[in-house]
């Protein structure tokens, strides 16, 4: 049985260095006492190197990475980011897809330069609103967009975060969705992936859940939902709310 991923998405967050080595450290504490459960940390980037010094029992990823090292200003690389001991990448995030105009086609570039790099990138995707959502054509469409031409044996390591927008908590008048429907949209992406590389290949990928996860819902994800983890935003920001989510997911 695969292990339950927690990744939490601290987006820019916390304000100094000194609260996110406290956060931090509380969340190792949670994360040692788990079993069945694989706990990353997704801080801003100035705090990856303290982070990493500091803690040892829970995995790194970085929130965005660029596709190369080089002439590129103001960017970070994925060999840059394994060489520092970060081990995943969150891709494709929709606040990244509003705020600072990323595309698929370049989606698709930093996963190749991150598969490159032997990280393992998260990519996210979700259609926009609840109402007359269409499931099928957004997340289909943002899937083939990133992964297709990605070499099989690749892809198996590739996690898929299903985030809805309209419920990610940054979003105005957000909810968590149901877990049926989770498991409906998880089926849907295995099918795409299962075209994609095949059926084996994409029993591999792991499929989590993002948008207002709390400690009052992430059990009914895992189990009435099957997700396989969830990314966490706003809970993975308070050390008691986070670690009961790495408590009850160990307990699933
Ligand atoms: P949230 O954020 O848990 O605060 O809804 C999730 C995300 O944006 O990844």
């Not at 590129?72 to 001991?85: C, D, F, N, R």
């Not at 008048?173 to 498991?183: I, K, S």
């Amino acid at each position: 049985m695969k292990k339950v991923l927690l990744v939490a998405n601290w987006k820019s967050n916390p304000a100094t260095l000194s609260q996110a080595l406290s956060l931090g450290t509380s969340v190792e504490r949670a994360a040692k006492k788990a079993r069945g459960v694989e706990v990353v940390i997704a801080p801003p980037f100035p705090f990856l190197i303290p982070l990493r010094s500091k803690l040892k029992a829970v995995g790194l990823g970085a929130q965005n990475v660029f596709w190369s090292d080089g002439p590129y200003t103001g960017e970070v690389s994925p060999k840059q980011l394994a060489s520092i001991g970060v081990d995943h990448v969150i891709l494709g995030h929709s606040e990244r897809r509003t705020h600072a105009g990323e595309t698929s086609e370049g989606i698709k570039k930093k996963i190749l330069a991150s598969f490159a790099a032997r990280l393992r990138p998260i990519l996210c995707v979700g259609e926009h609103e609840r109402t007359g959502r269409d499931v099928s054509a957004v997340v289909g469409a943002e899937l083939r967009a990133a992964l297709e031409g990605i070499p099989a044996a690749s892809l198996a390591r590739l996690t898929i975060a299903y985030e809805p927008v309209w419920a990610i908590s940054s979003t105005p008048g957000a909810v968590a969705d149901t877990p049926e429907n989770a498991f409906r949209v998880k089926v849907y992406i295995r099918r795409i992936l299962s075209d994609m590389i095949g059926q084996k290949k994409a029993e591999s990928v792991r499929v989590i859940y993002g948008g207002s996860v709390s400690p009052a819902n992430i059990r009914s994800f895992l189990t009435d939902g099957e997700m396989e983890g969830a990314l966490i935003g706003s809970a993975s920001l308070t050390s008691q709310s986070f670690s009961d989510i790495i408590r009850i997911s160990s307990q699933r």
